[in-house]
């Protein structure tokens, strides 16, 4: 009986990190502590971006910094945003995350933070255009409205009962509030100044800078991931209080252009009026190479025994990812898509792995493994002539290169410094080659494709679309 390989999942559990930097294959640490270095140096509030991507790690590196904030006996907050955007105004989100965080203080004691809750139910309301609507969908009791006095219940009551009444008496009832809201236009200015002095008294207490994460704000609808924005710079630029907005900005600022219709390009970056300073991630495709991500996902999907074994498969999928220049999330959704569709032919996997990964904009599959091969081959041995020394190899050209093709380097890479013996991909090669030169070009491809074709081949100009036809039904 065939062994089966069981495939070994395992989703990222951000929510139990025990390790910060744990599993760093890009050596985000590196940028963690200087961000830490630089949060504790300010003396002033600020509003942060850490700009990256989609799949470039922003989440792994925030929830790995968070960690080690803590570990540095940081107040973190960490906030998801997207799970949130049904809010209409994230207000009070914001204000009720740092009020607990607040609570986890030992600098800030209990009555203190009831006084903030106080002033920050008092701010909603404020903020309410139609008291009872922002009132029924923002549950201000969350916040412990019940300590916001007197005056506040009063409101609400009054709001609770606009809310309760007929529809034809609705209209008359609002237009009152909004009419009283301009009378009141200056006791809502103080209402404001009084929240924002509480929220600077309170921060001030703290021996450290509390960081507020703010997540997946890509993912968010349009309007809330812009009025969050707005908020955070209007009500919480505070000493002591540093947000960091994990975003992807062109992504955002498209997201402005069709909420508000502001063209960056010709008005400048409307992002900027609130955001302080912009640490651009480095991108992962440019400066780092993905043995050990390529390593680790083919040890999960059971393609490795462990994760010090090697294999031709997994020094083609290098060479695929070095051509193709996936970010990490995309190059693992890659690899998933092959785990599913593999099949028990080692030879023909290396096939399946090339065209899930991408042909991309090469003629035909000839010179896009080709290419391949040639990156792998730079990649693995960057000096011939120390290669062919350490091999006792001699053979040379006149100009003193190596005069052996690109698939006999990547067969003597394997098989010398690698140990790997069997391998395919310098015979498909040849393959192709010898058939540019020979009378009868069908036999010599005919003799190599049938071996490792999805389906029975019947002409080599089928090859490719027997696989794609396979891939394209599979998913």
């Known amino acids: 009986m065939t062994e089966i390989k069981q495939l070994n999942w395992q989703r990222d559990n951000f929510e139990n990190i025990e390790k910060a930097w744990e599993g760093d294959l890009w050596e985000r640490k590196c940028l963690g502590i200087q961000l830490t270095n630089y949060v504790d140096r300010l003396q002033c509030g600020a509003v942060l971006a850490l700009d990256a991507r989609w799949g470039e790690g922003k989440t792994w590196f925030v929830r790995h910094w968070q960690k080690h904030l803590e570990n540095e006996n940081h107040n973190v907050i960490y906030l998801d945003a997207f799970a949130n955007d049904y809010l209409d105004d994230p207000f009070l989100t914001i204000a ?9 203080s030992n600098e800030i004691d209990a009555e203190e933070i009831e006084d903030f809750n106080s002033k920050t139910a008092s701010v909603l309301i404020s903020l309410a255009a139609i008291i009872p609507m922002i009132a029924a ?9 019940g300590g916001a006095g007197e005056a506040i219940q009063e409101i609400y009551k009054e709001g609770k009962d ?15 509030q909004i009419e009283k809201k301009i009378e009141n236009h200056h006791i809502e200015k103080r209402t404001i100044q009084d929240f924002k002095e509480e929220l600077s008294k309170l921060a001030e207490k703290l021996d450290k800078p509390l960081v507020f994460i703010i997540d997946e704000l890509d993912r968010c609808r349009p309007d809330f991931a812009i009025r969050l924005i707005e908020r955070i710079k209007h009500f919480f630029d505070i000493k002591n209080i540093v947000f960091i907005l994990v975003i992807n900005k062109p992504q955002l600022l498209q997201s402005v ?22 640490v651009h991630m480095s991108s992962e495709s440019d400066i780092y190479d993905f043995e050990e991500v390529i390593k680790y996902q083919l040890f999960r999907i059971g393609e490795l025994n462990s994760l010090n074994d090697r294999s031709e498969l997994f020094y083609w999928a290098l060479g695929l990812q070095l051509d193709k220049k996936f970010n990490s999330r995309e190059l693992i959704k890659k690899l998933n898509k092959y785990a599913l569709l593999r099949t028990s032919h080692q030879k023909k996997n290396l096939i399946l792995l090339s065209l899930i990964m991408g042909q991309g904009p090469y003629a035909n599959y000839h010179i896009f493994i080709s290419s391949v091969v040639k990156k792998i081959n730079e990649y693995l041995c960057n000096d011939k002539h120390l290669f062919m020394q350490r091999h006792n190899l001699s053979t040379w050209g006149s100009n003193g290169s190596s005069d052996i093709g690109e698939s006999e380097w990547f067969r003597l890479i394997l098989e010398k410094d690698l140990e790997i013996t069997d391998t395919f991909i310098d015979k498909l090669l040849a393959a192709y080659e010898n058939a540019k030169k020979s009378s009868d070009p069908e036999y010599q491809l005919s003799n190599v494709l049938k071996e490792v074709s999805i389906f029975e081949l019947d002409h080599s100009n089928n090859f490719i679309k027997d696989w794609q036809s396979y891939i394209h039904k599979g998913l």
């Open 96 to 104: 009720a995350e740092i009020s607990q965080a607040f609570k986890g």
């Open 137 to 145: 969908k923002a549950s201000m009791h969350w916040i412990g409205l």
């Open 162 to 176: 606009v809310f309760d009444v007929a529809s034809d008496e609705m209209a008359s009832k609002v237009k009152e």
């Open 257 to 278: 252009k069709r909420f508000y219709g502001y063209d960056s390009e010709m008005n400048g970056d409307y992002l900027e009026k609130f955001i302080d300073f912009t």
